[in-house]
């Protein structure tokens, strides 16, 4: 038994989960998720080391080699790390909250028993539903983004292309703390995000048009 131990249910009331069977944890399953989203974290910081690390080989013109599209690589990395990280992160808050509903449950401070498929994919939680809505919001956006980053990178400038692409994963780094809180505070992350890509995307068109 290293994380969990798989057995069969007793009877129908047992049946909390989308499986047929029960979980009996001997570690935490939000550890998991957990030492996955520390993984990917020091990925990170290691590639962030190397972006600085390079930042006088970005050129200012639009890329022309392989080697013109590395400061580019290393943006896309991190958009890709920190969706992941949002992903893991769902199942992780999930995971803590059932937690902490059947410890209320167990301790009588709630009368209806906490299903874990009920408190996933329901609506009244409070934490899993913006984590939902990080990863979510996330997974919508990336898609224009990297393909409006690559866009400028090749028409217009690797450099802006760079600036461009660290300002919107800043942006979208808090989209959770600012979805907490609703609007306006939310505009502070998702119109800044918006601006980043539509700018990237209007200067490629008007680089084009220009040819």
Same mark, same amino acid.
């Given at each position: 038994r290293?994380?969990?131990e798989y057995h069969r249910p007793k009877s129908n009331s047992e049946s909390e989960y989308?499986?047929?069977?029960s979980i009996k944890m001997a570690i935490p399953l939000q550890y998991l998720p957990l030492s996955t989203i520390l993984f990917l974290a020091v990925g990170l910081v290691y590639i962030l080391y190397l972006a600085v690390? $390079?930042?006088g080989d970005v050129i200012s013109g639009p890329a022309s080699t392989v080697h013109?599209?590395?400061?580019?690589?290393?943006v896309i990395a991190v958009a890709m790390i920190m969706h992941f990280i949002f992903l893991f992160n769902? $199942?992780?808050?999930?995971?803590?909250?059932f937690n902490q509903a059947r410890q209320a449950y167990r301790e009588k401070k709630v009368d209806e028993k906490p299903s874990l498929p009920a408190l996933k994919y329901g609506l009244d939680n409070v934490n899993i539903r913006v984590a939902n809505r990080l990863a979510g919001n996330f997974s919508e956006q990336i898609?224009?983004?990297?393909? $409006?980053?690559h866009l400028y990178a090749t028409f217009v400038s690797v450099r802006g292309a760079v600036l461009f692409g660290w300002a919107w994963l800043f942006f979208r780094s808090?989209?959770?703390?600012?979805?907490?809180?609703?609007v306006p505070v939310l505009f502070l992350s998702t119109i800044p995000a918006y601006c980043c890509v539509w700018g990237m995307i209007g200067g490629t068109i008007y680089e084009v048009s220009r040819k």
């Open positions: 290293i994380f969990a989308l499986t047929p069977f690390k $390079s930042r013109d599209y590395i400061p580019v690589v290393y769902q $199942s992780a808050v999930v995971f803590l909250e898609i224009p983004f990297l393909l $409006s980053l808090y989209y959770g703390w600012a979805f907490k809180r609703g």
